[in-house]
T-cell receptor, first 109, second 111 residues
């Protein structure tokens, strides 16, 4: 089975800083990648998806994909305390979403 | 409004009872999933379905069973609940090959 690796954290950043979340994957053939945010006790919600090498921006969020190095990252600009959550990286494997263990982000006021 | 619904949200039940967790979606998605997640732990895929009359087991072995008689409905059943089944169960749906949308989850406690 394809693997998705994330540093479990916690990653702590001050309010207003850039938070950088990273994810590596084992299968070079993986094509589709997703970032989900999960607040404690809640279900995951989709933040972004990325299929092509390079950057994809949506508001304060930027997803970066580097297929040659097999990593995908999520940058959160101007981090807010409300961004404190666990961020899950996922990829599609034969049509099913396979999730990493998630990185816990804490944004300090 | 298109959405995905799970009931009940919380369930406390005794050992040996049969339970069914409901999941319905109004988005017309063919693909549906069940994930299991313990507090603070990763999501594990336990069942999925490509459409009506399709059910497959996921990566994590589970004693639960599922059915898909209608596109919008994907219930999960435990014939005899045990304390080891205590967990959060998350249902999701997607178009084939695209991102999944999750229901609010059912937090199950077996005493």
């Amino acid at each position: 089975q394809k693997e998705v690796e994330q540093n479990s954290g916690p990653l702590s950043v001050p309010e207003g800083a850039i938070a950088s979340l990273n994810c590596t994957y084992s299968d070079r053939g993986s094509q589709s990648f997703f970032w989900y945010r999960q607040y404690s006790g809640k279900s995951p919600e989709l933040i972004m998806f990325i299929y092509s090498n390079g950057d994809k921006e949506d508001g304060r969020f930027t997803a970066q994909l580097n297929k040659a190095s097999q990593y995908v990252s999520l940058l959160i600009r101007d981090s807010q305390p409300s961004d404190s959550a666990t961020y899950l990286c996922a990829l599609l494997d034969q049509g099913n979403l396979i999730f990493g263990k998630g990185t816990k982000l804490s944004v300090k006021p | 409004e298109a959405d995905i619904y799970q009931t009940p949200r919380y369930l406390v039940i005794g050992t040996g009872k049969k339970i069914t967790l409901e999941c319905s979606q109004t988005m017309g998605h063919d693909k549906m999933y069940w994930y299991q997640q313990d507090p603070g732990m990763e999501l594990h895929l336990i069942h999925y379905s490509y459409g009506v009359n399709s059910t497959e087991k996921g990566d994590l072995s589970s004693e639960s069973t599922v059915s898909r008689i209608r596109t919008e409905h994907f219930p999960l059943t435990l014939e005899s609940a045990r304390p080891s089944h205590t967990s959060q169960y998350l249902c999701a749906s997607s178009e084939l090959g695209l991102e999944a949308f999750f229901g609010q989850g059912t937090r199950l406690t077996v005493v």
